[in-house]
């Protein structure tokens, strides 16, 4: 088999120097300054994510510990010793992947070897990759050369997890961290290449992409590669998203709108199930997407609008927005958490095939369903408040247009201080995004002590609620309006 085609953009844009690396400022500054002063140490350990540019870093800083002609902090990259690192044909940086070599052997190999002075460079620098998956023998080995290390050697440990290399290791390493890349950083940096690269990208389509990446650009680069093949030189949002397997939005609001209306069909209610499962989708990453979309309308209905933290481009939440602050947020809750039930259920239950999964799924949405159509315990309330102003009309002091405009405007504030009611409290106060009736609401606050005052029944009923748990199933089911 070849190799694959889509190694080419991340090894093309390899960086070369420290500057060209996308983020990792704080490992960056560090090295080049210790470049400059002359006081590169001689052990580095690199902790971070894949792809994040570990290697990268340390293969920069071999280059640069070693070039006849540095530029300040960077390597040349033109002189005789910096042109064979490039070309890995250099005889004084070894690097290994101590996950293809982690037995004693090769480290006693290696210890043996680190004697004898560089060939033609300073310094030997040895760059150990996935150093956490060396033995523990074969760590100790490595310990006492990194105890007494000849002055000719530097080590640079690169590793993904921290927690699997021991502490002696550690305590003579300076250790740096690689932190995965932001979304929005990816994104700029696909978009820096597409124009190099002469390809027409929707910005939207580079954001799927960086997703796609998970914060490492080199992942991000490979990725961008198999979507300039699937779409040739128009990457576009939408074919990024198929090739991605990002269900559309579309989907996840429409069965959102289907669930929360109680005089949907039954059998429309597994029409989104339907589509995936005759498109051979993955139904149990259809949950997971599913879930993770609540948890965006769930955090938008409060007012976030970070693309990067939310996980979705800003052109999607702007699309949202609207539906979202329709929605309930308990209600949104409650889908949530009977459909993250549903995912223990499949895992216990080993389903085998799609079709076992689509029975689950189609089962508890009807039951969600049902369930939603059940009054909700603040629903119950703005109708207890109502009928006891409709009681109170009688009162002296004030009409009940009064009364009647006072409770409509503040529905859910007297609720809110309820034990019970933790999902109104969840609706923001400081919500940008709240429907209009806001501002009325604050100015309001005061009424509703009046109200109390006049309205004996209200107060008494109310005690009663606030105090109790009620249990949504065993309130009957309402009529229509
Ligand atoms: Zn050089």
């Not at 990457?235 to 669930?259: D, I, N, S």
Request: aromatic share 6%; glycine share 4%; proline share 6%.
């Amino acid at each position: 088999m070849t190799r694959p085609a889509h190694l080419v953009l991340a090894r093309k844009y390899r960086p070369l120097k420290f500057a060209e690396v996308v983020e990792q400022a704080t490992a960056v500054r560090a090295l080049q300054n210790a470049a400059l002063e002359d006081r590169i140490g001689s052990a580095y350990l690199f902790f971070g994510p894949r792809g994040v540019g570990k290697t990268t870093i340390a293969r920069i800083l071999a280059r640069r510990i070693n070039c006849t002609n540095p530029q300040q902090g960077e390597p040349c990259n033109q002189c005789e010793s910096c042109k064979s690192i490039i070309d890995g044909r250099s005889l004084d940086v070894i690097e290994i992947d101590a996950a293809s070599n982690r037995r004693i052997e090769d480290v006693r190999e290696l210890r043996e070897n680190v004697k004898f002075q560089p060939m033609n460079s300073k310094r030997k620098v040895y760059i150990i990759d996935e150093v956490h998956m060396l033995t523990t023998e074969s760590f100790n080995a490595l310990l006492k050369t990194l105890e007494e290390p000849p002055e000719h050697a530097a080590f640079v440990l690169a590793t993904t997890e921290l927690n699997k290399v021991p502490e002696t290791i550690l305590s003579r390493c300076q250790v740096f961290t690689f932190r995965k890349v932001p979304l929005h950083r990816v994104q700029e940096y696909l978009a820096e290449i597409c124009r190099k690269e002469n390809i027409e990208a929707e910005s939207d389509a580079l954001f799927w992409i960086a997703r796609k990446g998970d914060g490492s650009v080199r992942d991000s680069l490979s990725f961008l590669e198999q979507a300039i093949s699937f779409c040739g030189n128009k990457v576009t949002a939408e074919k990024v998203r198929e090739l991605a397997g990002v269900y559309p939005l579309e989907l996840f609001l429409e069965l959102t709108g289907l669930l929360l209306d109680p005089s949907t069909p039954s059998q429309e209610l597994a029409t989104p199930v339907m589509e995936i499962f005759d498109q051979g989708g993955d139904l149990n990453r259809f949950i997971w997407d599913y879930l993770d979309h609540l948890r965006i309308l769930r955090y938008i209905r409060s007012g976030v609008e970070d693309s990067d933290f939310l996980g979705i481009p800003g052109s999607q939440i702007q699309n949202i927005k609207s539906k979202a602050l329709e929605f309930d947020p308990s209600r949104i809750s409650l889908i949530f958490d009977e459909i993250h039930g549903l995912l223990t259920t499949a895992f216990f239950l080993k389903l085998r095939n799609s079709y076992e999964s689509r029975i689950l799924i189609e089962m508890e949405l009807l039951k969600i369903h049902d369930r939603l159509k059940k009054p909700s315990v603040s629903g119950l309330l703005s109708k207890i408040q109502k009928l006891s102003v409709s009681l109170a009309g009688q009162d002296p002091k004030r009409s009940s247009e009064e009364l009647l405009a006072d409770l409509d405007n503040a529905p859910d504030e007297k609720v809110a201080s309820g034990p019970n009611s933790s999902a109104q409290q969840q609706r923001p106060a400081a919500n940008p995004g709240n429907p209009p009736a806001q501002p009325e609401k604050q100015s309001h606050t005061t009424s509703p002590g009046q109200g109390n005052d006049s309205i004996p029944i209200e107060n008494e009923l109310q005690k009663q609620f606030l105090g109790t748990m009620v249990d949504p199933d065993s309130v009957p089911n309402e009529p229509d309006e």
